[in-house]
């Protein structure tokens, strides 16, 4: 069995690779990444000399390399978690979201259908629904909430799902979705809250909070959302979406106070800024057929999985001094105006 896992040197796709990597010595896994700003290897350091481990530098919408690549590795499964991932910045860049998530996206279909494939799986995320309302704690996102993006970023992501789901229909790609949650845990890059607000505690820096940081994200630690992906991919019904969430709300004012308290650290630390455009006010999975259908079970709640990742963090302070010391800073006071 040979599986080429896309964006494997990101934060979520790293921790699958770790992952599967261990679990499965006698698969090929082969990391297949164009190394964005967001891609990094020392993320895959660990791997390094596993026999069933390959990194392949390579850019998913560049078909010549794509069909190339397929030809040579004829791989059984593709599991694509490349993309673009970051709302903020597809405020302020749009296009590069519609060329990496949508039509990278379909030259990876493209190619599996060349090529033969058993399973197309593609990664992605609760944000394709929408928001819901603050006040209705009773409503939850199905696999049956239509499709109502926000953002670039989500527009991007739920135009692929719907190749996706017709390149299955009308091809019979052997395909399957997994829609998750917010993830946390290591390897996250610290443009996003958790890691933001974890690196910058640690360094005494001000914390940006959007708004009055009343929005409420659906918080899964990174090795359940993996473990999900992998049960899909080997037991999910082709042609299926599953939601993946582990129901661990909480407003980013409760997660930014619980990680200062965490570090002992002042919640005066904690910086009001501009709220972003369009911000999706509440996510909320239900996780249900995920749950029923393939027996997924999460390990970590929010209470368990943050001090584990903020000990990750302390762990591994090389890992993200070396990401902020770079062009970060640059990207850091474009973004907040500091
Ligand atoms: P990330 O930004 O950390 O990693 C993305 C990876 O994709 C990087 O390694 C980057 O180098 C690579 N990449 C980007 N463009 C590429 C291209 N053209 N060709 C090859 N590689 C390319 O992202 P993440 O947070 O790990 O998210 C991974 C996937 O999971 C994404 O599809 C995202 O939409 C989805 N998702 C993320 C979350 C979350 O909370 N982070 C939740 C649900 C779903
Ligand atoms: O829900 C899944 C999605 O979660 C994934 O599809 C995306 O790839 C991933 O980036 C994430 O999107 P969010 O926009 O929810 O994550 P982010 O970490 O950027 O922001 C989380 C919340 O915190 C959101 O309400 C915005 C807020 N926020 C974020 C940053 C970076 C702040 O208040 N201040 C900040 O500086």
Redesign the pocket.
């Known amino acids: 069995m040979k599986t080429i896992v ?8 790293g921790n699958f690779m770790h992952f599967v990597v261990n679990a499965y010595p006698d698969e090929e896994w082969i990391c ?5 700003y ?3 290897l020392e993320t895959l350091a660990p791997l390094e000399g596993k026999k069933n481990y390959r990194f392949i530098k ?4 560049d078909r010549a390399f794509i069909f190339d690549l397929f030809a040579k590795e004829k791989p059984d499964v593709v599991i ?7 709302v903020d910045r597809s405020l302020k860049d749009p296009e590069i979201f519609l060329k ?1 998530n949508v039509l ?1 996206t379909v030259c990876l279909m493209d190619a599996c259908r060349e090529y033969g494939i058993k399973r197309y799986h593609q ?4 944000e394709v629904y929408g928001d819901l309302p603050l006040e209705r704690t009773d409503l939850f996102f199905t696999e049956d909430t239509p499709i109502k993006t926000s953002s670039p970023y989500s527009s991007s ?1 739920g135009s692929a799902d719907l190749f996706v789901l017709a390149y299955h229909r009308t091809f019979g790609l052997p395909v399957t979705i997994s829609r ?4 946390y845990g290591p390897y996250h ?1 610290p443009e ?1 809250l958790i890691p933001l607000v974890i690196s910058r505690a640690l360094n005494n820096e001000s914390i940006p909070v959007y708004g009055k940081g009343e929005n409420v994200r659906d918080w899964l630690y990174v090795t359940d ?1 993996c473990k999900a992906i992998d049960l899909i991919v080997r037991k999910g019904r082709v042609g299926e979406v599953y939601n993946v969430g582990g129901h661990n709300e909480r407003t980013n004012l409760e997660v930014v106070k619980t990680i200062l308290r965490a570090l002992d650290k002042p919640e005066s630390l904690i910086h009001y800024v501009t709220d972003r455009p369009g911000h999706d006010m509440r996510y909320a999975i239900d996780p249900t057929k995920l749950e029923t259908e393939l027996g997924w079970k999460p390990e970590y709640t929010f209470d368990t999985g943050i001090p584990v990742t903020i000990q990750w963090y302390l762990d591994h302070k090389d890992w993200w001094e070396h990401i902020i010391s770079g062009e970060y800073q640059d990207y850091y006071k474009k973004q907040y105006g500091e």
Request: contains cysteine.
């Open positions: 896309t964006g494997g040197a990101g934060f979520i796709g297949l990444d164009s190394l964005t967001a891609g990094n390579g850019d998913i919408t694509n978690f490349a993309a673009e991932s970051h990496t990278g990664v992605s995320t609760d992501k998750c949650s917010n993830n890059f996003k959302h």
